[in-house]
């Protein structure tokens, strides 16, 4: 085991990683697998699912792929029941899996803004609750919520996604207050424009307009999110806590 690996402390933990099927998830899965934990990517059904599982058994062969949707109830029930029996305990949950809808607010329909709400902030509170539980009797356990920066800034057409990441952050500050004493730690990572799916449908237009508010000059990658997630997941971060670490070269500085 490298130096790095054992100050990081995360070998043996276990990790569920919402959304680990592609972008900044699939980035997260491998980077917390390499960093020696056991990981449980949680996505809809795709070939996108295998392939990352795929990428992240090269670091830990136990690791297994879960296919479900976050907005299921009793999917993510039976998803913390079964990870608790194959693998004995919960250590680490990344609420990652996120939606966009957009629209401006005149044209935004119920649908568009209750789909939002229900992927990246309702089915985390949910999935939280449940995984609270088996972090509090095991006395440790970090959550880590990805926001977004437009959480703090507002984005026109992104009424919805923009108050679900707002309300992420608050949400985090509150449970972290309520579980701190058992040792569990919850954090946010707002990422700025990271070259994903997600990002990939805008237009070259729109590209270079981010592109110039950008003080580091250029999009960010997958692995930069990872980085910061792999810290808040280590024992490196013990007293970190109801915080959020913005990684968005440097175009919003709260
Ligand atoms: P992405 O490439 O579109 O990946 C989203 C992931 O979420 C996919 O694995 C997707 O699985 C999964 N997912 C979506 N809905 C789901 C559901 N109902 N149940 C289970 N899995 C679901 O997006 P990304 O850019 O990596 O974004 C990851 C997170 O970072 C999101 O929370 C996003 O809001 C946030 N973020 C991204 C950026 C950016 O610039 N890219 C910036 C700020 C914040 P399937 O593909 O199989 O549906």
């Not at 392939?51 to 998803?79: H, I, K, N």
């Not at 939606?99 to 990246?120: A, C, G, P, Q, Y």
């Not at 440790?140 to 009424?159: D, E, H, L």
Request: proline residues 3%; glycine residues 8%.
């Amino acid at each position: 085991m490298s130096d790095l690996v054992k100050a990081f402390g995360m070998a043996g933990r276990v990790a569920v990683v919402t959304g680990g099927s592609s972008g900044i998830g699939r980035a997260i899965a491998i980077e917390l697998a390499r960093m020696g934990a056991r990981i449980v990517i949680v996505s809809n059904e795709s070939i996108r699912i295998i392939e990352a599982l795929e990428e992240v058994r090269v670091f830990s062969p136990d690791s297994e792929a879960y296919e479900a949707d976050v907005t299921s109830r009793p999917c993510m029930e039976e998803m913390v029941r079964h990870t608790l029996q194959q693998h004995g305990r919960f250590d680490i949950l990344v609420n990652n899996a996120g939606i966009t809808r957009d629209n401006l607010l005149l044209r935004m329909s119920d649908d568009e803004w209750d789909k939002v709400l229900e992927v990246n902030l309702t089915s985390i509170f949910r999935l939280t609750r449940l995984a609270i539980k088996p972090m509090i009797k095991a006395r440790w356990g970090r959550i880590i919520n990805i926001a977004s920066v437009v959480g703090m800034t507002g984005n026109a057409g992104q009424a919805n996604y923009t108050a679900a990441k707002a309300g992420l952050i608050g949400f985090s500050r509150s449970v972290a207050q309520e579980v701190a004493s058992r040792n569990v730690t919850v954090n946010c990572v707002a990422p700025g424009f990271i070259a994903t799916a997600m990002t990939g449908k805008l237009k070259p237009e729109a590209r270079e307009a981010i592109l110039a508010r950008i003080p580091l000059g250029s999009m960010g990658a997958p692995e930069d999110v990872a980085m910061a997630v792999s810290f808040l997941a280590s024992e490196r971060a013990r007293y970190i806590t109801g915080e959020t670490i913005h990684v968005n070269g440097g175009m919003f500085m709260p």
